[in-house]
C-alpha cells in the first residue's frame, strides 16, 4: 500500500517579485489569469474544431448534390459525427497542452493567490474543457482511460473507473482491479480559513469506492477497502486496508454492523430487532 506525506514533496521556486505582486494584488492577478486561461481554451477548442469542420464542410458538400430528404439526413450525420471528431480530438489537443504547459502540480498548502496556485488552476483549467464537454461520452472506453492517464492519472491495470467527476487528475493514483463507481466524486484539494490545500487521493488495489461517495484531498484509501454509496471521506481520512466505511462523514463500519444491514436489506430481520427472523424461529 503507497503511502504519502502529502506536504513533504512541495517544491517551486518563483519569481519573489512576481510572486510579491500577485499576493498583494490578488483579485486583479486571478482575473489576468481567468481571461488568459479563456484564450488558451479558446485555441484548444478551435483546434479541436478543425477536423470536425473540414469533415463536416466535406459532407455537406457531398448532401448539396442529393435530393432533399437525402441531403438533410447527410447533413445531420455531418454535424453529429463533426461532434465525435472534435471530442476525440481535444482530448489528444488538452493531452498535449497539459504536457507542454507549466502544469506540473504539487502538493501546496497556503493563499490561493500566489504562484504555487498558477499550476494546479491550469491544469484543471484544461481538464474541465474535456470533463465538461466530451468526457461523459468517452469514460468506460479506452480513449477515457488513455485521456485521464496523459492528464497525470496514475491508473492500474483492470481497474474500473465509471465517473467524469474527477478533478486534480495528476494526483490521483488508483491501483489494480479497484473499482470506481458510477458518479463518484474525487478531487485532491481543498479550501477553508482563506487557504488552498492541495493533497494526493490513493486508491488502493482492489479497493471498490461505491456509488455517487465524495474523496476528498489527503486521503488514503487501503487495500481491498470498502466505501458505501453516497459517502464522504473528509481530508486526512485514513481507511486501512479492508475496512469497510460509509456515512456522512464516513467513518469505520464494524463487522457486525454490515451483517446488520446486509439482513436489513434482504429482509431477514425488521428494523429494531436484534436478531435476524428465520422462518420457523420465533
Not at 500500500?1 to 518563483?14: D, E, G, K, V, Y
Not at 459525427?81 to 489528444?92: E, P, Q
Not at 481543498?190 to 471498490?208: D, F, W
Request: net charge positive; with cysteine; hydrophobic share 50%.
Amino acid at each position: 500500500m503507497i503511502t504519502i506525506n502529502p506536504f513533504s514533496c512541495f517544491h517551486l521556486r518563483a519569481v519573489p517579485a512576481l510572486d510579491r505582486w500577485v499576493r498583494r494584488f490578488g483579485r486583479t492577478s486571478y482575473a489576468l489569469v481567468v481571461v488568459l486561461t479563456y484564450l488558451l481554451a479558446a485555441t484548444a477548442l478551435g483546434l479541436a474544431a478543425a477536423p470536425a469542420l473540414a469533415a463536416a464542410a466535406r459532407l455537406f458538400a457531398l448532401a448539396a448534390r442529393l435530393p432533399p430528404p437525402l441531403a438533410w439526413g447527410l447533413r445531420g450525420f455531418a454535424l453529429a459525427l463533426g461532434w465525435f471528431i472534435f471530442g476525440l480530438a481535444l482530448l489528444g489537443v488538452v493531452a498535449l497542452y497539459n504536457k507542454l504547459l507549466p502544469t506540473r502540480v504539487r502538493p501546496y498548502r497556503g493563499g490561493y493567490y500566489t504562484l504555487q496556485a498558477v499550476p494546479w488552476f491550469l491544469h484543471n483549467g484544461l481538464f474541465y474543457l474535456v470533463r465538461f464537454t466530451f468526457l461523459p461520452f468517452a469514460t468506460l472506453t479506452p480513449q477515457g482511460v488513455w485521456f485521464l492517464r496523459a492528464m497525470g492519472m496514475k491508473i492500474g491495470r483492470h481497474a474500473f473507473i465509471n465517473t467524469e467527476y474527477i478533478s486534480d487528475p495528476s494526483l490521483i493514483t488508483i491501483g489494480d482491479d479497484a473499482v470506481v463507481g458510477g458518479s463518484v466524486r474525487i478531487f485532491a484539494h481543498y479550501g477553508g480559513g482563506g487557504n488552498l490545500v492541495i493533497a494526493p487521493v490513493v486508491v488502493g488495489h482492489r479497493a471498490t469506492l461505491g456509488l455517487a461517495c465524495c474523496v476528498m484531498g489527503d486521503v488514503v484509501i487501503g487495500d481491498d477497502a470498502v466505501i458505501l454509496p453516497h459517502s464522504v471521506l473528509l481530508p486526512g481520512s485514513r481507511v486501512g486496508p479492508g475496512e469497510t466505511w460509509g456515512g456522512v462523514p464516513a467513518r469505520p463500519m464494524p463487522r457486525e454492523e454490515m451483517d446488520r444491514l446486509k439482513e436489513l436489506t434482504r429482509g431477514l430481520c425488521a428494523p429494531g430487532q436484534g436478531s435476524p427472523r428465520r422462518e420457523g424461529v420465533e
